[in-house]
């Protein structure tokens, strides 16, 4: 893990800054706003009613120029009249017929994840419209007093289920160390995964990239969205849509005032999908043009993540970083047992203290690690991509080599077919790397191998 951490601080050195932390320069501001809306009301009400009022209300101006009353309910925002605020709020009938004016006014509403209800700019205070959904709210924050937090069991039989699918069989005998040693990439990418899940759910930072799910029906892409992702998330938070919602001028509208974006059943290779979705997710405005409203910029703060139930969901150049690709995830066994793993067995663990034990752990990851710059580019990454004649596709090799063990072996064919470049390109990238004709240990196979190690067909490249 310290080297995948030294790995991404290098790798965020040499990328273009981005502002990962939206509305960074707002400070805390219930301190403020407790104290303001005490004064202005003038011992009018207890400090009880200050609070309720400070978590439920707030002044902005309308399109005429009129300070209106903005009640949060919970579920919504609405436009609220004093009579209801004293009514459902305060409890009683104010003596002041225009008491409401004392309440806290705001130029503008700000929707910053993972932030406190009021911020601040000096003197400004600013109402963050972003609810924390009951459970988050729950989970108790990590400090070091509390130690390492290990990975709930559970937690990894289902990452391990989910991607490793068919090849759940050949590890769940197999100690933690030589699955890592057989299965670099698949571990990888689950620290990686685990990265953009805890940064997405528990921090104020934006991940300027995305998770590419790819699997067959029912291999638990749905559970992981419906009972892992919504419920931390909250409803309010959250928005499921497809490839075709965010197409044309009022794509946008779906996605305001949401930390989380699901994209469900993606299946578009054109370029009109591919081109917005790269830009939602990672530029840091969001240009707004909702239906018979005039148009404005917002702050893009979502997180996104893409499902897909085709092998190629997209069409992206071999350059790109935006997206974490993962394993096509295949049935262990058949639908009906990974059906019975999932809904028998993970999903009734949440609710004997798997959401607090999973929480805790996440908070403590997103306290621990640094957040990725960019998308680490997986060897599934290349089974979708599109062939750029004018990407080093030698460099690619040369450096996907680099990062594996040196006890593997390799076929220039199946090295080749994986990176869908020519067999003359992949020897000469063998050969550069050190790598000379000869047998696995053990063998009559002919591999391309290090001297002096075993040489083990790589797992990616077995038949």
């Given at each position: ?6 790995l ?6 040499m990328?273009?800054s981005?502002?990962?932390r ?9 301190k ?13 009400v207890t400090?009880?009613v200050v609070r309720?009022?400070m978590?439920q209300?707030f002044?902005q101006?309308?399109?005429n120029?009129?300070a209106?009353?903005?009640r949060?309910?919970?579920?919504r925002?609405?436009t609220a009249t004093?009579?209801?605020v004293?009514?459902?709020v305060?409890?009683?009938?104010m003596n002041n017929?225009r008491?409401h ?7 503008h509403?700000?929707y910053a994840p993972?932030?406190p ?7 400004t205070?600013?109402?963050n419209t972003?609810?924390?959904?009951p ?14 937090v ?9 990452l391990?289920?989910l991607f ?11 100690d933690a ?7 670099p ?6 620290h ?6 805890a940064f997405?759910?528990f921090?104020?930072?934006?991940p300027r990239?995305?998770?590419v799910l790819?699997?067959?029906y029912g ?15 909250g ?14 001028d ?5 996605l305001?005032e ?6 469900d ?6 370029h009109?999908f591919?081109d917005?979705?790269?830009n939602l ?8 043009n909702?239906?018979h409203?005039?148009?404005y910029v917002?702050?893009?703060?979502f ?7 085709e092998e190629?969901?997209m069409?992206?150049p ?13 049935h262990?066994d058949?639908?009906?047992?990974t059906?019975?793993f999932?809904?028998?067995w ?11 034990e ?5 908070k403590?990851?997103?306290?621990t ?8 580019k ?11 004649r004018?990407?080093?596709?030698k ?12 006890m593997h072996g390799?076929?220039?064919?199946a090295?080749a ?20 004709r000869?047998?696995?240990k053990?063998?009559n196979i002919n ?5 002096g190690?075993?040489g ?7 038949p």
């Amino acid at each position: 893990m310290l080297i995948i951490t030294q790995l991404n601080r290098a790798v965020r050195l040499m990328t273009p800054s981005f502002n990962t932390r939206p509305y960074e320069h707002l400070k805390d501001g219930n301190k403020l706003a407790f104290e303001r809306l005490k004064r202005q009301l003038g011992g009018k009400v207890t400090d009880e009613v200050v609070r309720k009022l400070m978590a439920q209300t707030f002044l902005q101006s309308n399109a005429n120029s009129q300070a209106v009353i903005r009640r949060d309910t919970g579920e919504r925002f609405v436009t609220a009249t004093a009579a209801e605020v004293e009514q459902s709020v305060i409890g009683r009938k104010m003596n002041n017929s225009r008491w409401h004016e004392d309440l806290l006014a705001v130029p503008h509403p700000v929707y910053a994840p993972n932030r406190p209800i009021w911020l601040r700019n000096g003197d400004t205070l600013f109402r963050n419209t972003w609810r924390q959904s009951p459970l988050s709210a729950s989970i108790p924050n990590w400090n070091e007093a509390k130690g390492d937090v290990a990975r709930p069991m559970q937690w990894e039989a289902f990452l391990f289920r989910l991607f490793y699918g068919e090849l759940w069989n050949d590890i769940r005998d197999k100690d933690a160390d030589k699955i890592k040693r057989e299965y670099p990439d698949h571990i990888r990418f689950i620290h990686e995964f685990e990265l953009w899940l805890a940064f997405s759910l528990f921090s104020d930072e934006r991940p300027r990239w995305a998770p590419v799910l790819r699997g067959d029906y029912g291999t638990g892409k749905g559970t992981l969205e419906a009972h892992v992702i919504q419920p931390f998330v909250g409803s309010t938070n959250f928005a499921k849509v497809m490839a075709k919602n965010v197409k044309g001028d009022h794509g946008a509208q779906f996605l305001v005032e949401k930390c989380m974006v699901v994209f469900d059943e993606v299946n578009d290779r054109g370029h009109v999908f591919y081109d917005t979705l790269k830009n939602l997710t990672t530029e840091d405005q969001l240009a707004v043009n909702p239906k018979h409203l005039a148009p404005y910029v917002d702050h893009a703060v979502f997180s996104t993540l893409i499902l897909s139930n085709e092998e190629a969901p997209m069409a992206w150049p071999e350059a790109e970083r935006r997206w974490l690709v993962s394993p096509y995830m295949r049935h262990e066994d058949s639908q009906e047992e990974t059906a019975a793993f999932l809904h028998d067995w993970f999903v009734p663990w949440f609710q004997k203290g798997g959401y607090k034990e999973l929480g805790l752990f996440l908070k403590y990851l997103a306290a621990t690690q640094e957040l990725p710059a960019v998308a680490w580019k997986s060897p599934w990454f290349f089974e979708a991509s599109k062939v750029d004649r004018t990407e080093d596709q030698k460099a690619v090799i040369l450096s996907w080599l680099d990062s594996q063990d040196d006890m593997h072996g390799y076929t220039p064919t199946a090295l080749a077919e994986m990176f869908k470049v020519k067999v003359n390109l992949a020897k000469q990238c063998l050969e550069e790397r050190g790598y000379g004709r000869g047998k696995a240990k053990g063998t009559n196979i002919n591999v391309y191998k290090k001297k002096g190690e075993v040489g083990n067909l790589h797992p990616l490249l077995t038949p």
